[in-house]
């Protein structure tokens, strides 16, 4: 068979390029190594971890906070069986969906691993040793990454795990021992810190998602601590052995002194790494930069022209969203559209309750900079409608230049931050000031007040309920 576009992957870059690529008329062939469609995001990442995040919250709030509201309820329990099931059906739906728009937007879906046999064809190896060859006037390798760890923490599936292994976990970890306190941890570590788990942090930086503004680690750390979370900061980590029933973590403490952890399970979080194994890269010419990633050009083209290559394979945040929108561009740019991504503006959040949401520049670069800005914040405490719900953690930070007032990043911790930050990407999109949100009218009451207001502070200190 030959195919205008051959789609390597089927995570959410692959199976969103390959629907722009059929919606634009061109005959799409996707392949896929797993019997499901949707990648890391629907199978292993953003869909399962949201499942049970949004199952342990439900759990959290009827064990902590109904009694206040004045609902009460005897024998609570934790059926963990059950809420990995619900996560399965969950995965289970969204999955079959994809297959749904594959056939919907007539794309041929090939099951099995696609390798280079020559820069336009692809031998698609099927599970039962069966093999297959298409070819491709354009082909994108779309293939995604896995989870990575260093030789002295060894993954061994059953005690020291990867986020894989930790959405299907059996039982309760009585004491979790997360190495990395980045997106995966904080999520991971809340979901089963909610429902009872002793959860201890060890993270080589001085805060939990050192990368975000370092507001919202701090601010994230006070909220995690109320689940009765430890924090082992700028600690490393020397050696991680599995002793049966026990994981013993060894590292070294800030003062070079040395000492351990104890627990029943140990989460790898310490990043993921662009995963190109099976591809046979060097038949097509290609070859990988010093970490692993396809190397792209800023048309996603490859150094073979012919070759893109999108997502967490390549350069730049590893987030769906990010993936998706580099599908989209791969599509347009073949048909000879010139689309347009602002990587500045990919929002990132962390699924924690409050979430964490953020877009732009965080304080460290603006300084690094040298930009000139100014800051406006508001706590959710002072809004009527996170005391009504209770949800009063948490604050708005706005960045804008001290001079044009245009805003440079928001970064927010607090109830429904996640979907809260669209707005800040619509208003930066269009080159908004802070002045501009401020004086545009947020729903009362509603938690978008809290931008609006650390717009107002960050105009001219202007925030009118503080
Ligand atoms: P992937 O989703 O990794 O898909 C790649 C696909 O290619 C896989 O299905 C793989 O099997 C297939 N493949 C690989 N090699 C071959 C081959 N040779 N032949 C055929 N098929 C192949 N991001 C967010 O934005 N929001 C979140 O809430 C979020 N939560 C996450 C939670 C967890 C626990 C994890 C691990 C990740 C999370 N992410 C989240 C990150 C997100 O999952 C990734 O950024 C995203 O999946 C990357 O998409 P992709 O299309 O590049 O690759
Ligand atoms: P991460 O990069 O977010 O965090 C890894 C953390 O591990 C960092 O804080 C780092 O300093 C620390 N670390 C690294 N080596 C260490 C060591 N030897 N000892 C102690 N700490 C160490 O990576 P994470 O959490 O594994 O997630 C991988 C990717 O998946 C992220 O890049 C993220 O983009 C994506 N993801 C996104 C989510 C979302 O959008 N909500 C949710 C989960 C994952």
Request: hydrophobic share 40%; aromatic share 6%; net charge negative.
């Amino acid at each position: 068979m030959e195919y205008d576009v051959i789609m390597i992957g089927s995570g959410p870059g692959g199976y969103t390029g390959a629907i722009r690529c059929a919606q634009l008329g061109l005959k799409t062939a996707i392949i896929e190594k797993y019997p499901a469609l949707g990648g890391t995001c629907l199978n292993v990442g953003c869909i399962p971890s949201k499942a049970l995040l949004d199952s342990t919250e439900h759990y959290y709030n009827a064990a902590h906070t109904f009694a206040e509201h004045g609902i009460k309820l005897e024998h609570l329990q934790v059926d963990l069986a059950q809420m990995i099931a619900r996560k399965a059906s969950v995965v289970d739906q969204t999955t079959k969906g994809i297959t749904y728009l594959m056939k919907k937007n007539k794309i041929d879906e090939y099951h099995g691993v696609g390798s280079f046999v020559d820069p336009h064809t692809i031998k698609i190896t099927k599970t039962d040793g069966s093999e297959q060859t298409i070819t491709g006037k354009n082909i994108i390798i779309a293939t995604g990454s896995k989870p990575s760890s260093f030789p002295s923490m060894p993954i061994d599936k059953k005690r020291v795990i990867t986020s894989t292994e930790a959405l299907t976990l059996k039982e309760i970890p009585k004491h979790l021992i997360v190495i990395g306190a980045g997106v995966i941890g904080a999520e991971l570590g809340s979901v089963y810190a909610r429902i009872g788990a002793k959860v201890s942090f060890v993270e080589f930086f001085d805060s939990m998602i050192p990368t975000m503004d370092k507001t919202m680690g701090k601010e994230l750390q006070k909220v995690i601590k109320k689940l009765g979370a430890d924090f082992y900061f700028s600690h490393k980590v020397t050696k991680v052995e599995n002793k049966g029933d026990e994981v013993v973590v060894s590292m070294d403490t800030p003062k070079g002194e040395q000492t351990t952890l104890t627990g029943d399970y140990c989460l790898v979080s310490v990043g993921r790494r662009p995963y190109t194994e099976g591809l046979n890269l060097e038949a097509a010419g290609l070859k990988t930069d010093e970490r692993g990633r396809i190397e792209v050009d800023e048309h996603l083209r490859t150094s073979v022209p012919h070759i893109y290559a999108l997502g967490d394979v390549i350069r730049g945040a590893m987030l769906a969203h990010k993936a998706e929108e580099e599908g989209t561009f791969i599509a347009e740019t073949i048909v000879g559209q010139k689309p347009h991504i602002h990587y500045r503006l990919i929002p990132g959040v962390v699924y924690t309750w409050p979430e964490v949401a953020s877009v732009g520049y965080t304080e460290e670069e603006v300084k690094k900079e040298g930009i000139p800005y100014k800051v406006g914040s508001f706590p959710f405490k002072a809004l009527g409608r996170a005391r009504a719900s209770m949800d009063v953690d948490g604050l708005v930070k706005v960045l804008a230049h001290k001079d044009t007032d245009e805003i440079l990043g928001v970064h927010m911790i607090g109830a429904r931050a996640a979907d809260m930050i669209a707005e800040a990407v619509t208003a930066m999109e269009f080159r908004a000031s802070a002045e501009d949100v401020s004086r545009m009218s947020h729903a009362h009451p509603t938690y978008t007040e809290a931008f609006k207001e650390a717009c107002l502070a960050a105009t001219d200190n202007r925030a009118i309920n503080i």
